[in-house]
């Protein structure tokens, strides 16, 4: 009896009745996302598919290293594909100018383990339960008997390592460390990944992270933690906006808190927030819900239009009324 679900056999017969592919993922990639995105791109070029591999937003500096190649890339419009698989992103509008650019396609795959996912392709395979994407990517490798090469190894450890804290968030499950040990098995390079996702920040993060020891604020009996971070402090410090990712953690690490947020100024009226909760009794998906957003019941954020005081204003009074909902 097979100990999978049957979306991942539909999932394989698409691929191999498919000769071209795209594969997509979320803005902003994260590791989880930007790992997943390249681990299958690989698998599919040495399986003799055709494959780009587009995003809108660049690799971040510090995954640059999966992709000596350059597969990653902006995203160019009249493609046309036999199929698009989407990495890592709970909904269409996620993968930003991406979506329209690969509209001429005849199936899109939707791989995913965001809660909040849409459920937006011809096949979806969403299981929330994973702690990552990267882990999803895996098991569709070892099902289909693919090749796991040392630069897909390196690809997917990254992805999940980067969306489980290392293995140390309680979404981590007894299969996560059989995944890690069997991509080291398959060659992924330990420390090279660490030293170059976990030790080597620019300069221009710390400045960012001195700002946000100085300006964090607590409130709610230091049960919820915030800061922001504006244009003006992104042009201090000398930084772009993918030296922001695991800022939370600083903040969210504070014993007394159990959630906290990071307010990001995209645009004078257009406020990113990212949440972190701590407790299985607050998920900060279903606050990040209550602002178009989405994410995991520890993970979560959202974009939303107006003023940053009136923003900020609204989602503390959310933080709070889960809180007290929470006891």
Known sequence: MKSYPKIIDRILEAIRQSRTFCVVGHIRPDGDCAGSQLGLTLALKAGGKKVVCWNEDPMPEKYAFLDPDGLFQKPRRGGHFDCVIATDAASLERLGKVGACVAQRKLLINIDHHTSNTRYGDLNWV???????????????????????????????????????????????????????????????????????????????????????????????????????????????????????????????IAPVVVACVFEELEPELTRISLRSKSDKVSVNEIAARFGGGGHQAAAGARIPGKPASVQRRVIAAIKQALRSAG
């Not at 929330?128 to 098991?139: H, Y």
């Not at 140390?168 to 330990?190: K, W």
């Open 127 to 253: 299981s929330a339960r994973e702690p990552s994407t990267g882990e999803l990517i895996f098991r569709l490798l070892k099902i289909a008997k693919w090749p796991i090469t040392r630069p897909i190894a390196n690809c997917l450890f990254t992805a999940i390592s980067t969306d489980t804290g290392s293995f140390q968030y309680p979404t981590t499950r007894p299969g996560t460390f059989h995944a890690g040990a069997e991509l080291v098995t398959r060659g992924a390079d330990l420390a090279k990944i660490c030293d170059e996702v976990y030790q080597s920040y620019p300069l221009s993060r710390v400045r960012l992270l001195k700002h946000i020891y100085s300006h964090f604020r607590l409130t709610h009996q230091d049960q919820i933690a915030y800061f922001w971070l504006k244009q003006s402090d992104f042009a201090r410090a000398g930084c772009k906006g993918d030296d922001t990712e695991g800022l939370i953690d600083h903040v969210r690490a």
